[in-house]
């Protein structure tokens, strides 16, 4: 009974976490893509790469420190409503993104060098992420 009480709320949690991190991955995968090799694709690698080194741990005790009680914007401990969710969410969403943008990313520009997809641009087809899609 107990296992069934709990898994609503950490249903709540984890869901939007999942499509967030993906989302926000997949977006950032793509903007790297198309700037392959320029600053903005060297910046979100470093933002990839720091948010990967950062402990989750860490990054619960700093976003409940300063968003929950430094600035009061979210309640930092207990259960009462879908108002106590967005901060365990945000804090999920920023740190699972950055190896989700760098598996796209790989995904992404593996895809770019396949032969029936150069052959595809050349004839003036771009279809590069619905077989990029495939890998998700």
Same mark, same amino acid.
């Given at each position: 009974?107990? +296992?069934?009480?709990?898994?609503?709320?950490?249903? /709540?949690? /984890? +869901?939007?976490?999942?499509?967030?991190?993906? #989302?926000?991955?997949?977006? =950032? @995968?793509?903007?790297?893509?198309?700037?392959?090799?320029?600053?903005?694709?060297?910046?979100?690698?470093?933002?990839?790469? @720091?948010?990967?080194?950062?402990?989750? =741990?860490?990054?619960?005790? #700093?976003?409940?420190?300063? +968003?929950?009680?430094?600035?009061?914007?979210?309640?930092?401990?207990?259960?009462?409503?879908?108002?106590?969710?967005? +901060?365990?969410?945000?804090?999920?969403?920023?740190?699972?993104?950055?190896?989700?943008?760098?598996?796209?990313?790989?995904?992404?520009?593996?895809?770019?060098?396949?032969?029936?997809?150069?052959?595809?641009? @050349?004839?003036?087809?771009?279809?590069?992420?619905?077989?990029?899609?495939?890998?998700?």
């Amino acid at each position: 009974e107990k +296992l069934w009480r709990g898994m609503l709320p950490s249903l /709540m949690v /984890m +869901l939007p976490v999942f499509f967030g991190e993906m #989302f926000f991955g997949l977006i =950032l @995968a793509m903007i790297s893509c198309v700037w392959r090799g320029s600053w903005i694709d060297r910046f979100i690698l470093v933002l990839s790469v @720091a948010g990967l080194s950062i402990s989750y =741990l860490a990054l619960i005790i #700093f976003g409940q420190w300063l +968003l929950g009680y430094y600035w009061n914007w979210f309640p930092v401990w207990g259960w009462g409503g879908l108002n106590y969710l967005f +901060l365990p969410v945000i804090i999920g969403i920023i740190s699972g993104t950055g190896s989700g943008a760098r598996f796209y990313r790989t995904v992404f520009l593996n895809e770019s060098n396949r032969e029936y997809l150069r052959t595809a641009v @050349a004839k003036g087809f771009v279809f590069l992420f619905s077989s990029s899609l495939i890998f998700l």
